[in-house]
């Protein structure tokens, strides 16, 4: 049974950090694709950033968020640097073997239950 535990979510003010951590049991880590999303109330499940095959971002944080990996903890991070109100959001932690089609919620096969973050101006 695939398990992801988020951690590492808060309260923050515009221009703080966060990191986030996400740890996985279950599945075979170091070759599988992890990904975080978000989504803010009243919207869609955004994509956040991947890595996997290859490592992508999102626009909008690009250059703010970092995501990596240590396949021995079989944790993901999302390390977020200079927050902002509109990144406000309950951000997920996502798996998958895939390898295409990983830029889009529906890739994903597992999911977990999602920390807050919330960046107050």
């Known amino acids: 049974q695939v398990r992801l535990v988020e951690s590492g979510g808060g309260l923050v003010q515009t221009g703080d950090s966060l990191r986030l951590s996400c740890a996985a049991s279950?599945?075979?880590?170091?070759?599988?694709?992890m990904a975080w999303f978000r989504q803010a109330p009243g919207k869609e499940r955004e994509f956040v950033a991947t890595?996997?095959?290859?490592?992508s971002y999102a626009d909008s944080v690009k250059g703010r968020f970092t995501i990596s990996r240590d396949n021995a903890k079989t944790t993901v991070y999302l390390q977020m640097l200079s927050l902002r109100p509109e990144d406000t959001a309950v951000y997920y932690c996502?798996?998958?073997?895939?390898?295409?089609?990983?830029?889009?919620?529906?890739?994903?096969?597992?999911w977990g239950q999602g920390t807050q973050v919330t960046v107050s101006s």
């Open positions: 890595s996997g095959g290859i490592t």
């Open positions: 996502a798996a998958t073997r895939r390898r295409f089609g990983i830029l889009q919620a529906p890739g994903y096969d597992y």
């Open positions: 279950g599945l075979t880590f170091s070759i599988s694709t």
